[in-house]
């Protein structure tokens, strides 16, 4: 098959992410514009926080408005936002994207628990990273509850030279990606290009190298201050085994160097196709195989090593970073790096070994099929439907825990696509960036699918989830709805979220109300008082004319977390009409909300109120 050439085609200026300065490639012929065009309102969004009007979308993306609304309406069809009044929003289904990475990534589930206890044992906050570029990208984070609290969340992009990660990335770029660092910051000096850092201050020094030269020589590095004023890191790297030590999780092009690993996706060809593996080679006689290690004397140091770099031996490269961060009002960058290195160095350790002992990928059936859905609904909805961008979207979940890197082939199998459309996909994501191909033509996703919504989403909570159904049920079944949970003490329930309903005569009861947990259908549902059906209802027990059904929503594990309830006057509905009439629709919004919640929770924390 012939590569397609690369020539202009007509989209918008920003359709890819790249930080400010950074020339736009050439856009392959057979590229997916609708698909690039969505990618883009997606980046838009998320760097507005998950909202914008219609017409902001169109001043910030130059699509015209018409463009915009069949996306968003696209978008909304696939549940990825939701259309709220006059603003378009970001829906908690399109983290499935993001959790396609992570979850094809490993690392997360690998290595979250270490991390996490971590934090709890110092008290501070602790974080893991991979290399995206020239910045660094989020993969988790354990913070801690304080008025002075971090802001970053997972997937947040950050310019390598102001973090502490970034120094110790940089140990094993090659000429050309320093020099691509330098030629971005001289043309997005003030950083505007990372919209989740303040700007950099004029005409800050550029020390990058002589840290990253430091990062080396110690195997760590300190952020002091390199964000904003009173920030401060302590940051060690975390490597995959070195060969023949068993199998290290595959990361992506951000966090496992490798073949195209911050690089330019390659673009006027076929994925994966013409690329030379920059691995395999022999090692030098009595050099261990991707052991870092300081060039002999008078030699010059390999491309991609810095000079007087510390050797790990039997180590692979770094997959990621782990980081504690705090606050110069509890410690100095100095004091956190003499009192807590020796800690994160034993946790790091610990890291290393489960990575080691890390089993491959456990085979499984493949799913079929994937975007098959699309053709009906462009028949329903006609030409407000971008089928285009549905399936090309639907190709980036065709990755999981199982499936870290699939073939061409594998690709149209999952989704159900034909190959030449798979294809056009993953030649679109490659020149965005969102995808690479490595030598045996195999596809991995990167740590910019993170960009498409997961950190302001990443930041969501239960009651924001439900908001949305609760307001939908209640315009149904015009009666009000309510989502509660259990207080610590197990004696009450705490309403977190309500949608009223449009009546002269209606439940009054406002979000942080607290109730006797058996004297309601909402506590009954939470507590396990259920039905045979598996549900609660409560008839004027609470107070005279007040009758309510409620049913629980579970977590991932199927525990009970929170429940829905829908109340009313007991004139309105008999206690038969209820469970015919109210608890199907009821039924249906707590498994909406599950659904959410669940794809939300498996790789954040989700706050139940």
């Not at 195997?219 to 060969?243: F, K, M, N």
């Not at 045979?532 to 027990?541: F, N, T």
């Not at 909300?593 to 924390?605: C, G, K, N, S």
Request: hydrophobic share 40%.
């Amino acid at each position: 098959m012939p590569p397609p050439s690369a020539t202009p085609v007509p989209t918008p200026a920003l359709a890819t992410e790249e930080p400010s300065g950074a020339a736009p490639a050439a856009v392959p012929a057979e590229a997916v514009t609708p698909l690039i065009r969505g990618v883009a309102v997606l980046h838009r969004l998320t760097e507005a926080g998950g909202a914008l009007s219609p017409s902001a979308l169109e001043r910030a993306t130059g699509l015209a408005r018409s463009t915009i609304d069949r996306i968003t309406a696209t978008l909304a069809r696939m549940g990825y936002v939701r259309l709220d009044g006059r603003d378009v929003v970001l829906a908690p289904r399109l983290m499935e994207l993001g959790n396609a990475y992570l979850a094809a990534l490993r690392l997360p589930a690998l290595l979250a628990g270490r991390a996490d206890a971590l934090a709890d044992e110092l008290d501070e906050s602790v974080s893991l990273a991979v290399a995206d570029r020239d910045g660094i990208r989020f993969i988790h984070q354990a913070t801690r509850r304080r008025a002075m609290s971090l802001s970053f969340r997972i997937g947040d992009l950050l310019p390598a030279e102001r973090t502490a990660p970034g120094a110790l990335f940089a140990t094993e770029w090659t000429e050309a990606e320093r020099r691509r660092r330098r030629e971005r910051r001289a043309a997005d000096p003030e950083d505007r290009g990372f919209p989740a850092v303040p700007p950099r201050p004029p005409l800050a020094p550029d020390d990058f190298e002589e840290r990253t030269a430091r990062a080396a020589r110690e195997d760590c590095a300190t952020d002091d201050q390199l964000i904003e004023p009173g920030l401060i890191a302590l940051s060690v790297p975390v490597r995959g085994p070195g060969p023949g030590a068993g199998p290290a999780p595959r990361a992506g092009a951000g966090a496992v160097r490798g073949p195209g690993a911050g690089r330019e996706p390659g673009a006027g060809r076929e994925p994966g196709a013409g690329q030379e593996p920059e691995t395999g080679q022999e090692p030098k006689a009595g050099r261990e195989p991707g052991a870092r290690q300081e060039p002999e004397a008078g030699q010059e140091p390999e491309a991609g090593q810095v000079p007087g770099a510390r050797q790990v031996p039997g180590a692979g490269g770094i997959v990621c970073v782990a980081s504690v961060v705090s606050h110069t009002s509890r410690h100095t960058a100095e004091h956190l790096r003499t009192t807590l290195l020796p800690r994160l160095r034993e946790t790091v350790a610990a890291m290393e070994r489960d990575l080691a002992a890390a089993p491959p990928p456990a085979p499984s059936e493949p799913p079929a099929g994937l975007a098959t859905w699309t053709a009906a609904s462009k028949q329903e909805l006609g030409r407000e439907f971008v089928e285009s961008l549905a399936r090309g979207l639907t190709v980036l979940t065709a990755f999981d825990a199982d499936r870290p890197a699939l073939t061409l082939a594998e690709v149209a199998k999952a989704t159900g696509l034909p190959r030449a459309t798979a294809r056009r996909a993953l030649i679109t994501y490659e020149h965005l960036g969102l995808v690479a191909a490595g030598p045996d033509r195999r596809f991995t996703l990167t740590p910019r699918v993170l960009s498409l919504g997961f950190p302001p989403l990443s930041r969501t909570s239960l009651p924001r989830i439900a908001q949305p159904h609760l307001e939908d049920l209640a315009a149904r079944v015009h009666e009000s709805a309510s989502l509660a949970v259990l207080t610590p003490s197990g004696d009450e329930i705490q309403y977190t979220a309500r949608a009223a309903a449009g009546r002269i005569m209606s439940v009054d009861l406002t979000v942080g109300t607290r109730l006797p947990a058996h004297a309601t259908a909402l506590g009954r549902a939470l507590t396990g008082a259920l039905t045979e059906d598996g549900y609660a209802l409560v008839d004027e027990e609470l107070e005279e004319g007040l009758r309510a059904v409620a049913v629980p929503v579970r977590d991932r594990s199927g525990r009970p977390v929170a429940a829905a309830n829908v109340a009313l006057h007991a004139a309105r509905r008999t206690r038969e009409e209820c469970v015919t009439e109210l608890l199907p629709a009821l039924r249906r919004t707590a498994a909406a909300i599950e659904a959410d919640y669940h794809v939300a929770a498996r790789f954040t924390r989700v706050a139940l109120v």
